[in-house]
């Protein structure tokens, strides 16, 4: 089965600090995509960050970076610069290759302290 | 470019009635996908179209169903309406399926609140 687990129901960070949000997924397929939603009170769904599992590299988007383990199935989101407008809930999400579903594990609410 | 659009915003219903939820695509996109997203939960992908059928099917039952328009709007139907369907329901438009890296882009979701 693919599942996705976030083991943080909730983090607090200082603004302009830096945290870490984990994540774990089980799949048995080789071509997949792993990403990072952002849901701020609005409910707007955001991607935050995008991640092939073909690539080595690990993906970078400004203050947002990942931390891939594709041996231990990881993939862990680091914000740098931690900002007001960050405080959400963010989604770990994944989806096969040549699937179009996207499974999101149960998400971590970030809270941002001034 | 105008972004995913759903209507209603909010909606409360009795159990057993019907409810319809609105979908319009963002601009250039023909793939609608549907998640319910329960309280304190990620989203759950229902169903996909895609040139109007559909395209992919989540694990919920037929009472869940939905069409596909021409203009790549898409409605989302419960019938039989239970007290466990209220939800957050996103939907999501993309450019055609098949893999990719096509990103779906998300909507801000219909809160429906079932009584």
């Known amino acids: 089965a693919q599942t996705v687990t976030q083991s943080q129901p909730e983090m607090s960070v200082q603004e302009a600090e830096t945290v870490t949000l984990s994540c774990t997924y089980d799949?048995?397929?080789?071509?997949?995509?792993l990403f990072w939603y952002k849901q701020p009170p609005s409910r707007q769904m955001i991607l935050v960050i995008r991640?092939?599992?073909?690539?080595?590299q690990n993906a970078t988007e400004n203050r947002f970076s990942v931390n891939f383990q594709k041996a231990a199935k990881s993939f862990s989101l680091k914000i740098s610069d931690s900002q007001l407008g960050d405080a959400a809930m963010y989604f770990c999400?994944?989806?096969?290759?040549?699937?179009?579903?996207?499974?999101f594990g149960k998400g971590t609410r970030l809270h941002i302290l001034p | 470019e105008t972004g995913v659009t759903q209507s209603p915003t909010h909606l409360i219903k009795t159990r057993g009635q019907q409810v319809t939820l609105r979908c319009s695509s963002q601009?250039?996109?023909?793939?609608v996908s549907w998640y319910q997203q329960a309280l304190g939960q990620g989203p759950q992908f229902i169903f996909q179209?895609?040139?109007?059928?559909?395209?992919g099917r989540g694990n919920f039952p037929p009472r869940f169903s939905g069409l596909q328009f021409p203009n790549y709007s898409s409605e989302l139907n419960v019938n039989a309406l239970e007290l466990d369907d209220s939800a957050l329901y996103l939907c999501?438009?993309?450019?055609?399926?098949?893999?990719?890296?096509?990103?779906?882009?998300f909507g801000p979701g219909t809160r429906l609140t079932v009584l």
């Open positions: 999501a438009s993309s450019l055609p399926p098949a893999g990719g890296t096509h990103e779906q882009f």
């Open positions: 799949t048995s397929e080789s071509d997949y995509y």
């Open positions: 991640q092939e599992a073909y690539k080595q």
């Open positions: 999400a994944y989806r096969v290759g040549r699937d179009d579903k996207i499974i």
């Open positions: 601009s250039g996109h023909n793939t």
């Open positions: 179209y895609y040139r109007e059928e559909e395209n």
